[in-house]
């Protein structure tokens, strides 16, 4: 498996092999923030396939909460492996790797992610992997659009983690 930043000719094998949601154009706007300097687009291929991916936002979580206690962490946002059987197999966890030595070599300490409360799956795999607890929770705010270009608004209840690089051993 290579996990890389994303690159525009990337675009069209995403679409085709992790759909956006409805006519969302998820992948085309994280690479368009990419290219804005705004985060790191990562994707991890298999094969030549895109099989996951995720972006570092360099100006943290938007989260006016997370926002104020976290405003010089990086965040880790939108981890996601497809399709849903090759879950589980340390694609995710390798993704999580990557961006953590990006922001590392990028010069920051630390990085956090949210999680979505009802998500224990992946709540349990970010603290097995030393994310810890901030207290700090929040209404995580999005959208899509649908495939009959209806916009759907999201919130859902949502807690910060924090991972420290200073704290890992040796």
Known sequence: MDIRQCQEEDLELLERHIPSPGQTR???MRFDKQQQGL???LVAWSNGIPVGSAQILWQGCTAPE???CFPECPELNGLGVWPPQLRSQGIGTAIIRAAESHARR???DQIGLGVDDQNHRAAALYLRLGYRETGCHYLDRYHYIDDHGLRHE???PARFLIKRFTEEPG
């Open 26 to 28: 998820r992948h085309a």
């Open 66 to 68: 997370v926002h104020k």
């Open 39 to 41: 985060s790191t687009f």
């Open 106 to 108: 990028s010069g920051h």
């Open 154 to 156: 999201v919130a859902a």
